[in-house]
């Protein structure tokens, strides 16, 4: 990256005017090109995360980027870190500040703009997919709920349901839609709860959601009617792909992991897939690069353009700059890599008086991975307990 910013200042002026003088990209070129790496330090922080060292990860990622506009996913990630930590406030302040700095950007200005059609999409901030923003409210709602806010919950139940309102052709997701109507749930709004898992019941095909209670259950196999307490599990396993593309998953995990609930040695029930980031990241891959087609389609027009006003005037340098416009195309596309693959919920009976509960955990053939026993987040109102699992 240092040499395309030397060799930019090596391009020649083609003002008319003033021939064979040699000028500097402007200032907010350089900038975005020089901010829009990727940080060491970034990579570093997801590093330590997939350590299951998620304190430290999230002091790695404590001193953020200069540039706020550079902040959002730095913030995302370390969230994230945060949330996984039980650090459930601090979680929901790196959130709540990645949200505004990415609202702030959609209004980019109209240079940057006009440099992102010219050089490359990676010269625009990374704001998230809007599989990724709408992720983020889900779990920033799970953390209000560690904290029994269930009507700061229920906000962002609401700003899910905004999200996922016009879509325009980017996928749709159940299990964030199933956050919105526990959320609502809990406040006691069946209507807008009722509506949202209708609406994430329609988005499955081998489990199914009742839009009036919430449970969840295999299609093949409908659980009896019961009344009585309930556990509500908010599951994530695995991880997502990174910026590159790449998969860095335990083989162990197969395709169809799940969790098991005990309690004591009661069998209380099973979690079930309502979205993988995998198939929200191919479907919104599919819509991007229909746009991206279009834009780097006007974009080799005016590099072309650019490198032949050059080379009427000096044919060598005019080669110079062509290389230098297009060594800057990048298929680099920046992810919230530590977001989970699989995204599931368990809702099972449970006794009254839970306290702590026990999971194992099975994968590929359904072999028991590893059990845990989970004393916290467990929050609860009225009958319905809560808590939330990561599983890397």
Not at 258 to 279: K, M, N, V
């Amino acid at each position: 990256m240092t040499t395309a910013v030397i060799a930019a200042s090596l391009t020649p002026d083609i003002h008319p005017d003033r021939p064979g003088r040699f000028f500097r990209l402007p200032a907010m070129v350089v900038l975005a090109i020089l901010t829009g790496c990727t940080s060491g330090t970034l990579n570093a922080g997801r590093e330590t995360f997939y350590l299951g060292r998620f304190t430290n990860a999230a002091a790695v990622l404590q001193d953020l980027p200069d540039n706020s506009a550079e902040q959002v996913l730095p913030l995302m990630e370390r969230g994230m870190a945060h949330q996984a930590a039980g650090n459930y406030m601090t979680s929901i302040r790196d959130w709540l500040a990645a949200k505004d700095q990415a609202e702030q950007l959609d209004y980019y200005s109209v240079s940057r703009g006009g440099a992102s059609l010219l050089i490359s999409d990676h010269m625009l901030h990374f704001t998230g997919a809007p599989y990724e923003r709408t992720l983020l409210h889900a779990f920033m709602a799970k953390s209000f709920m560690a904290l029994d806010l269930w009507d700061n919950a229920a906000v962002e139940g609401r700003n899910i349901a905004l999200r996922v309102q016009d879509l325009d052709g980017f996928p749709d997701d159940a299990y964030s839609r199933y956050v919105a109507g526990f959320s609502f749930e809990m406040i006691r709004d069946w209507s807008n709860a009722e509506l949202q898992y209708r609406n994430a019941a329609r988005l499955l095909d081998t489990c199914t959601i009742n839009e009036s209670s919430g449970r969840i259950h295999a299609v093949s196999n409908p659980p009896p009617d019961y009344r009585g307490p309930e556990l509500v599990c908010f599951v994530s396993l695995g991880r997502a792909p990174t910026e590159h593309g790449s998969w860095a998953q335990r083989l162990a995990w197969g395709s169809s992991p799940y969790i098991e609930l005990y309690a004591g040695e009661q069998l209380l029930g099973r979690s079930h897939t309502l979205a993988t980031t995998r198939d929200l990241m191919a479907e919104t891959d599919k819509k991007l690069a229909v746009m991206r087609a279009a834009r780097t389609v006007t974009r080799v027009i005016l590099k072309e353009t650019a490198a032949h006003a050059v080379e009427e005037k000096n044919p060598f340098l005019g080669e110079i700059v062509r290389l230098l416009l297009y060594s800057l195309e990048t298929d680099t596309i920046r992810r919230w890599e530590t977001l989970p693959l699989w995204l599931q919920v368990a809702r099972v009976p449970c006794p009254a008086k839970l306290e702590s509960f026990r999971v194992v955990f099975r994968g590929a053939g359904g072999q028991i991975l590893t059990e845990q026993t989970i004393v916290k987040p467990l929050s609860h109102r009225d009958t319905i307990h809560v808590s939330f699992i990561r599983a890397l």
